[in-house]
């Protein structure tokens, strides 16, 4: 069955930057694209990004432009997420989330089937 | 950006009522529009997708309908598991994007 486990709660002095890993299991880990979303306390969700494993190809929301980069080690089947420069602002909870393809069979369609645990990422001078 | 408002922020209902919540988008998405449930403490689930299709394991009791900029989400008889916050969510266009939630408590 799908899996996707994230790393430990972490917490951090502002300025400082944090990576989150999402280690995927029970599929073929190239074969889907994986996203990044997060949740303030209290708060909606707020998508950050995604990756294409097979080519390592990853697209940002414009928000987090220059400060998010989402990479992936194909050998361990895993996501990452790297957030620099936080702030109080950032504190949230980290999800990672595996889309499934669209009708077709050929393209991602975006949405989150799969959804890892959550890492909490507190930041806090 | 597309914007996606949902309405209401909160339904007080009782354990067998039908729910019927609401999300529109700034502009059309098409019928490219997902709808979540999260429990406290919990990951979201994806409930329905491209507007109608209901995601692998969720209940008859879910469905969603519409097109464009004018989405449901119907619940037909809320179970006590039922009571949670729903988030709607658009692929239309970049960024993805999501609703503000409708929290769905019990009266």
């Known amino acids: 069955q799908v899996q996707l486990v994230q790393s430990g709660a972490e917490g951090k002095k502002p300025g400082a930057s944090v990576k989150v890993s999402c280690k995927a299991s029970?599929?073929?880990?190239?074969?889907?694209?994986m996203h990044w979303v997060r949740q303030a306390p209290g708060q909606g969700l707020e998508w950050m990004g995604w990756?294409?494993?097979?080519?390592?190809?990853?697209k940002y929301s414009q928000k987090f432009q220059g400060r998010v980069t989402i990479t992936r080690d194909t050998s361990a089947t895993t996501a990452y997420m790297e957030l620099s420069s936080l702030r109080s602002e950032d504190t949230a909870v980290y999800y990672c989330?595996?889309?499934?393809?669209?009708?077709?069979?050929?393209?991602?369609?975006?949405?989150?089937?799969?959804w890892g645990q959550g890492t909490l990422v507190t930041v806090s001078s | 950006e597309i914007l996606l408002t949902q309405s209401p922020a909160t339904l007080s209902l009782s354990p067998g009522d039908r729910a019927t919540l609401s999300c529109r988008a700034s502009q059309s998405v098409s019928t490219y529009l997902a709808w979540y449930q999260q429990i406290p403490g919990q990951a979201p689930r994806l409930l329905i997708y491209?507007?109608?299709n209901r995601a692998t394991g969720i209940p008859a009791r879910f469905s969603g309908s519409g097109s464009g900029t004018d989405f449901t989400l119907t619940i037909s008889s809320l179970e006590p598991e039922d009571f949670a916050v729903y988030y709607c969510?658009?692929?239309?266009?970049?960024?993805?994007?999501f609703g503000g939630g409708t929290k769905v408590e019990i009266k």
């Open positions: 990756i294409n494993p097979e080519n390592g190809n990853a």
């Open positions: 969510q658009q692929r239309g266009n970049w960024p993805l994007t």
């Open positions: 989330a595996r889309s499934d393809y669209d009708w077709s069979g050929h393209f991602p369609n975006h949405y989150f089937q799969y």
């Open positions: 491209d507007a109608s």
């Open positions: 029970g599929y073929t880990f190239t074969g889907y694209v």
